[in-house]
């Protein structure tokens, strides 16, 4: 069963209509960051009561990662597109409420999470409580981002013409696949193969949330993964899965991946083999078909377990 309990706050759209669904996410630091232009202030005088903020990466998704309960993360996915800006700030940290987005002629405030983010394993990872991080922004899928720009209370900074240009196209398609052996032997170390595949016509992101019921937890997540891939590329991430032996007496792993597209979401089962001879099975989002395991390289992802 899904777990889609909401755990966020919506951000707010100024110039529009009033509340906009949820979502969380960032951007991990071994992935490649795109340059910013320089950034212009309201004086040229400097003051020590003014911070400096730099953007240290922004990038375009589908959809993004966070807590949806007290034990699992999920991907939100809600808004046409989401913008994660990664803020670098020299000076007194300024409240989350002093940023905004301008796009295609509106102006949308960062989304609170209050739980924050799920990154690198851990929990409340983002903007605020004392340090600066990434600000979400949920916007419409498609529009005119001739003047898109982060503004804050003394300053604005436009984005990078290829932001922009992503944040105008349509986001590419992806497909999913979960496979990984459907029943173990005591001694065996299963594990989880996740591929995905840009089927559109232009670069884009993708974002994945994985989570594990049993064999000692009822509910835990396991990891987010993120990452971006060149039209017709394919990625295949490799994740090591527990065996059902670990609890006594035996019992099964559910592995459940959850993504931006409901029809790329995805669940395998590892079973004690008891008497049976261990299988290797792929989970896929067409119904009714099973794949031998295979591996397609190109484009890049990004594992936070």
């Known amino acids: 069963m899904r777990r889609r309990t909401l755990l966020a706050l919506c951000g707010s759209l100024v110039a529009g209509s009033g509340c906009l669904d949820l979502t969380p996410d960032s951007v991990p630091a071994d992935e490649t960051v795109t340059p910013v232009p320089e950034r212009t ?3 040229g ?13 922004v990038v375009v998704q589908p959809g993004v990662v966070a807590p949806n309960s007290p034990d ?5 996915a809600d808004a046409g597109q989401y913008l994660l800006v990664a803020v670098a700030v020299d000076g007194p940290l300024p409240d989350r409420s002093a940023f905004a987005v301008r796009f295609d002629g509106s102006t949308y405030t960062p989304m609170v999470f209050t739980s924050g983010l799920y990154r690198n394993g851990e929990w409340g990872a983002g903007y605020g409580d ?5 600000l979400v922004f949920e916007l419409p899928e498609t529009g005119d981002a001739s003047d898109a720009r982060l503004t804050w209370d003394h300053g604005a900074v436009p984005f990078p013409t290829s932001v922009t240009a992503s944040l105008e196209a349509p986001l590419p398609s992806f497909s999913v696949a979960l496979d990984g052996p459907t029943s173990v032997a005591a001694d065996d170390d299963p594990t989880l193969r996740i591929r ?28 987010r993964i993120v990452g971006e891939l060149d039209p017709g590329g394919s990625t295949t991430r490799e994740l090591d899965a527990e065996n059902p032996y670990v609890a006594d007496p035996p019992r099964e792993a559910v592995y459940r991946l959850d993504a931006a597209d409901d029809d790329n979401d995805a669940s395998l089962t590892i079973s004690p083999a008891e008497a049976e001879t261990a299988t290797d099975t792929e989970s896929t989002t067409e119904t009714g078909k099973t794949r031998t395991p295979g591996r397609t390289d190109g484009g890049t992802a990004t594992l936070a377990e």
Do not use: F
């Open 196 to 223: 995905v595949t840009n089927e559109g016509d232009r670069t884009g992101r993708y974002a994945l949330a994985l989570n594990r019921t049993g064999p000692r937890v009822a509910y835990a997540p396991v990891a």
């Open 41 to 43: 202030t309201e004086s």
């Open 72 to 76: 699992s993360i999920g991907v939100y």
């Open 45 to 57: 005088t400097h003051d020590d009561q003014i911070p400096t903020v730099d953007l240290a990466s």
């Open 130 to 134: 004392g340090s600066d991080g990434v």
